[in-house]
Nanobody, 132 residues
């Protein structure tokens, strides 16, 4: 069983930046580097959206069009952490952000997808509020 903990959320002005972190917690034998990791978000009254994902090795990433060019996902397997750097934040980025983990997809080339059914483990989320 893998437990995920997000951190780094908060209140920021439009145009500002935040860096979210995701780490495995508790007495687990699982390591984050065994999993593809994704970030999803959900704003009040809206459907949950897959924001970004990264393969277990970190060699492949994917982003939603709404964040492409502003957000960067990365991972440090030595530190067992995954990050989401969020720049040029907008009011519409306000949401609860969830870190998720799932097994690597069995394809010829490593890849990840921003689909909820690919991920077995979910964190409790961290609130990001973009407001002046």
């Amino acid at each position: 069983q893998l437990e995920l903990v997000e951190s780094g959320g908060g209140l920021v002005q439009p145009g500002g930046s935040l860096r979210l972190s995701c780490a495995a917690s508790g007495d687990t034998l699982d390591d984050l580097d065994d999993y593809n990791i994704g970030w999803f978000r959900q704003a009040p009254g809206k459907e949950r959206e897959g924001v970004s994902c990264i393969t277990s090795s970190g060699g492949s990433t994917d982003y939603a069009d709404s964040v492409k060019g502003r957000f960067t996902i990365s991972r440090d397997n030595a530190k067992k952490k995954v990050y989401l750097q969020m720049n040029r934040l907008k009011a519409e980025d306000t949401a609860i952000y969830y870190c998720v983990a799932g097994p690597p997809i069995k394809t010829a080339q490593p890849m990840c997808v921003r689909k909820e059914w690919e991920y077995d483990y979910w964190g409790h989320g961290t609130q990001v509020t973009v407001s002046s």
